[in-house]
């Protein structure tokens, strides 16, 4: 299963253990959220397709009115049997009909197009930041927040879906087309409405408007009240939702990833039961979700189906008294459903709204957690050693991330040529330096100061292998068109996987189909191929057998004899192909020359 993120502020709030931020840093981290885009380098682009979008919103509304003239023109038209109308109006009719069409492709076609862009831009600035000073490697490390990846795809896809109810930017759209619309049809209401006379202690207070245009302010006040209240679980389950589905689609993938482990120690039961409980999680939210969706649903079904009577009960007593015709008592029905939308406009972008906020909120989490710089206590200095010295490290105190200290390492310089073995029992803090060394363990005190000439790699136990051909492999971090494939061929014989020379082009998992020990003699190969001046091991050789362990090393001296080299090995064989012993114990260091092998 995935291990459960920190115990840290953001992680707590997102489970709901720890009271939200001020509603205004909120509002404020919305208000940056959405408008960043429309200041980047693509703001042309974003101004003209936000205006175009706009423009066509409003255009609906038009539309809708004239749908609606037409309807009143219709009906009177029936009524008073006037046969003459009726093909110009069925005309009319179709060039409506032609116009909402063209309205609702244009809509389609320019929310999509922003919605695209939008997302592209936001994505490529979140990755930026994501892999700036590491922060990918430092948000897992120390498990600040749960799934950034589940971040950067969904809750972004998501927050940069403009249509309307969907995104921020839809919904202020929305918004001030609602306006628009609530002063068009509230005109159209004023020709059937008649005054509001309110007796109050004997007196008639005749209200300005007509009932019909306060009945339906009346009517959205208390539906939205009735909403809002309904619906205030809804937010805090969608979020809930996200974090549980995405914690399931990790542990899936982590299935995946280890299935051979998994198959060989045969534990499919206990990884199953893992699946099962991560899934509950899943399956307890949705249940409290339902009912949650059930009554904002079941009141915004009720409070729809009621405006659409309403204007029947205060209209069709007019029309028997033959003071309005039958094309008004519908054109006022419609007009009082339009306006009576238009002011609970909240009421309908409510649901949507609320997933907004928790895509905002996971995404306020995914920026604190970027921003949040921890203070670091080794201080790096890369390129800074002295004349010939390739790693100088002075007064070092490594911790783990809860403040427990791992080592102490008083002074320690590699100087250019001489080749280092760490040893130590397990937990001593070897790869813990390694990562001190290499910039990557700001937890502690002292300095770390690295060689500026030169090439140096980092080679880690279990390789990383890209995702293409074994070429791609052999030659990252190069591009595989940089080196030719006789190249190529010839580091793989010498590396012992003549096996697969014939196989470089193909395009497989390589990171699943290779052993780790081939996966091992694929970073020998790598460094032949990249020769670096200092060179990184940590435990490197693990998975090989001793004659192929000795033959890394022997082919990496034969090839490289001036290179600096720095290895964590727990075999002693190949400590003798070193010059120098740094041994860890009861968190200490201590130092010592070693006899070559010949």
Same mark, same amino acid.
């Given at each position: 299963?995935?291990?459960?993120?920190?115990?840290?502020?953001?992680?707590?709030?997102?489970?709901?253990?720890?009271?939200?931020?001020?509603?205004?840093?909120?509002?404020?981290?919305?208000?940056?959220?959405?408008?960043?885009?429309?200041?980047?380098?693509?703001?042309?682009?974003?101004?003209?397709?936000?205006?175009?979008?706009?423009?066509?919103?409003?255009?609906?509304?038009?539309?809708?009115?004239?749908?609606?003239?037409?309807?009143?023109?219709?009906?009177?038209?029936?009524?008073?049997?006037?046969?003459?109308?009726?093909?110009?109006?069925?005309?009319?009719?179709?060039?409506?009909?032609?116009?909402?069409?063209?309205?609702?492709?244009?809509?389609?076609?320019?929310?999509?197009?922003?919605?695209?862009?939008?997302?592209?831009?936001?994505?490529?600035?979140?990755?930026?930041?994501?892999?700036?000073?590491?922060?990918?490697?430092?948000?897992?490390?120390?498990?600040?927040?749960?799934?950034?990846?589940?971040?950067?795809?969904?809750?972004?896809?998501?927050?940069?879906?403009?249509?309307?109810?969907?995104?921020?930017?839809?919904?202020?759209?929305?918004?001030?087309?609602?306006?628009?619309?609530?002063?068009?049809?509230?005109?159209?209401?004023?020709?059937?409405?008649?005054?509001?006379?309110?007796?109050?202690?004997?007196?008639?207070?005749?209200?300005?408007?007509?009932?019909?245009?306060?009945?339906?302010?009346?009517?959205?006040?208390?539906?939205?009240?009735?909403?809002?209240?309904?619906?205030?679980?809804?937010?805090?389950?969608?979020?809930?939702?996200?974090?549980?589905?995405?914690?399931?689609?990790?542990?899936?993938?982590?299935?995946?990833?280890?299935?051979?482990?998994?198959?060989?120690?045969?534990?499919?039961?206990?990884?199953?039961?893992?699946?099962?409980?991560?899934?509950?999680?899943?399956?307890?939210?949705?249940?409290?979700?339902?009912?949650?969706?059930?009554?904002?649903?079941?009141?915004?079904?009720?409070?729809?189906?009621?405006?659409?009577?309403?204007?029947?009960?205060?209209?069709?007593?007019?029309?028997?008294?033959?003071?309005?015709?039958?094309?008004?008592?519908?054109?006022?029905?419609?007009?009082?459903?339009?306006?009576?939308?238009?002011?609970?406009?909240?009421?309908?972008?409510?649901?949507?709204?609320?997933?907004?906020?928790?895509?905002?909120?996971?995404?306020?989490?995914?920026?604190?957690?970027?921003?949040?710089?921890?203070?670091?206590?080794?201080?790096?200095?890369?390129?800074?050693?002295? &004349? =010939?010295? #390739?790693?100088?490290? @002075?007064?070092?105190? !490594? /911790?783990?991330?809860? *403040?427990?200290?791992?080592?102490?390492? %008083?002074?320690?310089?590699?100087?250019?040529?001489?080749?280092?073995?760490? &040893? =130590?029992? #397990?937990?001593?803090? @070897?790869?813990?330096? !390694? /990562?001190?060394?290499? *910039?990557?363990?700001?937890?502690?005190? %002292?300095?770390?100061?690295?060689?500026?000439?030169?090439?140096?790699?980092?080679?880690?136990?279990?390789?990383?292998?890209?995702?293409?051909? !074994?070429?791609?492999?052999?030659?990252?971090?190069?591009?595989?068109?940089?080196?030719?494939?006789?190249?190529?061929?010839?580091?793989?014989?010498?590396?012992?996987?003549?096996?697969?020379?014939?196989?470089?082009?193909?395009?497989?998992?390589?990171?699943?189909?290779?052993?780790?020990?081939?996966?091992?003699?694929?970073?020998?190969?790598?460094?032949?191929?990249?020769?670096?001046?200092?060179?990184?091991?940590?435990?490197?050789?693990?998975?090989?057998?001793?004659?192929?362990?000795?033959?890394?090393?022997?082919?990496?001296?034969?090839?490289?004899?001036?290179?600096?080299?720095?290895?964590?090995?727990?075999?002693?064989?190949?400590?003798?192909?070193?010059?120098?012993?740094?041994?860890?114990?009861?968190?200490?260091?201590?130092?010592?020359?070693?006899?070559?092998?010949?």
């Amino acid at each position: 299963m995935m291990p459960s993120p920190a115990n840290v502020e953001e992680t707590r709030r997102e489970a709901g253990l720890q009271p939200t931020q001020p509603a205004r840093e909120r509002i404020a981290h919305a208000w940056r959220l959405s408008t960043r885009y429309f200041v980047s380098e693509d703001w042309k682009w974003a101004w003209f397709l936000l205006t175009l979008y706009a423009a066509i919103s409003f255009g609906a509304i038009y539309t809708f009115i004239l749908s609606n003239r037409w309807q009143r023109e219709f009906f009177d038209s029936i009524e008073q049997r006037q046969s003459s109308l009726f093909v110009t109006l069925i005309f009319s009719f179709l060039m409506i009909a032609a116009l909402q069409v063209a309205v609702m492709i244009a809509n389609n076609l320019v929310s999509w197009t922003l919605s695209i862009r939008w997302r592209n831009w936001l994505t490529n600035w979140y990755m930026d930041r994501w892999f700036a000073r590491d922060r990918f490697y430092e948000i897992e490390r120390l498990r600040m927040i749960d799934n950034p990846d589940q971040r950067i795809a969904e809750d972004i896809k998501a927050f940069t879906l403009v249509t309307q109810g969907n995104s921020l930017v839809g919904i202020a759209i929305g918004l001030i087309g609602s306006l628009v619309s609530a002063v068009s049809f509230g005109y159209i209401l004023l020709q059937t409405s008649g005054p509001l006379v309110i007796p109050i202690a004997g007196y008639q207070i005749s209200l300005p408007g007509g009932d019909l245009i306060w009945f339906s302010i009346l009517y959205v006040l208390l539906g939205s009240v009735l909403i809002t209240w309904i619906g205030k679980p809804y937010i805090r389950r969608r979020m809930r939702e996200q974090h549980y589905e995405a914690d399931f689609r990790s542990n899936l993938i982590h299935v995946r990833r280890n299935g051979e482990q998994i198959a060989f120690s045969r534990t499919q039961e206990m990884e199953r039961d893992g699946l099962k409980v991560s899934f509950a999680s899943i399956r307890q939210n949705w249940y409290r979700l339902m009912w949650a969706n059930i009554g904002l649903s079941a009141g915004s079904s009720v409070y729809d189906r009621v405006m659409t009577v309403i204007p029947l009960f205060l209209t069709v007593p007019k029309f028997f008294a033959g003071q309005i015709s039958f094309g008004q008592v519908l054109a006022s029905r419609d007009a009082f459903t339009q306006f009576s939308s238009s002011l609970s406009y909240f009421v309908q972008v409510y649901p949507g709204l609320a997933a907004q906020i928790a895509n905002i909120n996971r995404l306020k989490a995914l920026d604190d957690s970027i921003d949040n710089e921890r203070p670091r206590g080794i201080a790096f200095h890369p390129g800074e050693a002295g &004349e =010939g010295i #390739s790693i100088h490290v @002075k007064n070092l105190e !490594l /911790r783990r991330p809860n *403040g427990e200290p791992l080592l102490a390492l %008083g002074e320690w310089a590699v100087r250019d040529g001489e080749r280092w073995v760490i &040893e =130590g029992p #397990s937990g001593a803090g @070897k790869t813990t330096l !390694l /990562r001190a060394i290499a *910039g990557l363990w700001p937890d502690g005190a %002292g300095s770390v100061a690295m060689t500026g000439h030169g090439v140096a790699m980092l080679v880690p136990q279990r390789l990383y292998l890209p995702l293409g051909s !074994l070429k791609n492999a052999v030659c990252f971090p190069d591009r595989a068109e940089d080196h030719d494939d006789e190249v190529i061929a010839a580091l793989l014989k010498k590396v012992r996987l003549s096996a697969h020379v014939d196989d470089i082009h193909q395009v497989r998992m390589w990171q699943d189909e290779l052993s780790p020990g081939e996966q091992q003699r694929v970073a020998l190969a790598r460094i032949l191929l990249q020769r670096p001046t200092l060179l990184v091991l940590d435990e490197a050789t693990s998975a090989l057998d001793a004659d192929n362990a000795a033959h890394f090393y022997e082919a990496v001296r034969g090839a490289m004899p001036d290179t600096t080299i720095v290895s964590v090995v727990h075999n002693e064989m190949l400590a003798a192909y070193h010059t120098h012993r740094l041994l860890l114990q009861d968190r200490q260091a201590t130092t010592a020359m070693i006899e070559t092998k010949a």
